[in-house]
Nanobody, 129 residues
Framework: VQLQASGGGLVQPGGSLRLSCAGSGGSLDDYAIGWVRQGPGKGREGIACVRSSDGSAHYADSAQGRFTIARDKVKNTVYLQMNSLKPDDTGLYLC???????????????????????WGQGTLVTVSS
């Protein structure tokens, strides 16, 4: 399966964006799908993940209550709705399949990304006034 992220852009603090992760060459329903952020000069960290087994969603503490991950089975797409954006949310957002079923976010180790594969190219989000 191939993934392509889109929907990034420039937004003011407090604003919202919806990112899309479109799949091709396979059904995203067969995979746990995660969103990962790489901030300027920082490493990658998991932000949100949705399981394939039970459809449960899991979030990093920084995203909890502000971001929502959801599947659209018809469009073979996973969305990340981001509200109340902060400058610290700035970064490149990538989506990927997670062979470990969102385990890194379940246990709260957002940098444990060894199970992530099929990385898309990413989309840039800039939160600035």
């Amino acid at each position: 399966v191939q993934l392509q992220a889109s929907g990034g852009g420039l937004v003011q603090p407090g604003g919202s964006l919806r990112l899309s992760c479109a799949g091709s060459g396979g059904s995203l329903d067969d995979y746990a799908i995660g969103w990962v952020r790489q901030g300027p000069g920082k490493g990658r960290e998991g932000i949100a993940c949705v399981r394939s087994s039970d459809g449960s969603a899991h979030y990093a503490d920084s995203a909890q209550g502000r971001f929502t991950i959801a599947r659209d089975k018809v469009k073979n797409t996973v969305y990340l709705q981001m509200n109340s954006l902060k400058p610290d949310d700035t970064g490149l957002y990538l989506c990927a399949t997670d062979n470990f079923g969102c385990r890194s976010l379940v246990i709260g180790i957002t940098t444990a990304l060894s199970g992530y594969t099929n990385w898309g190219q990413g989309t840039l989000v800039t939160v600035s006034s």
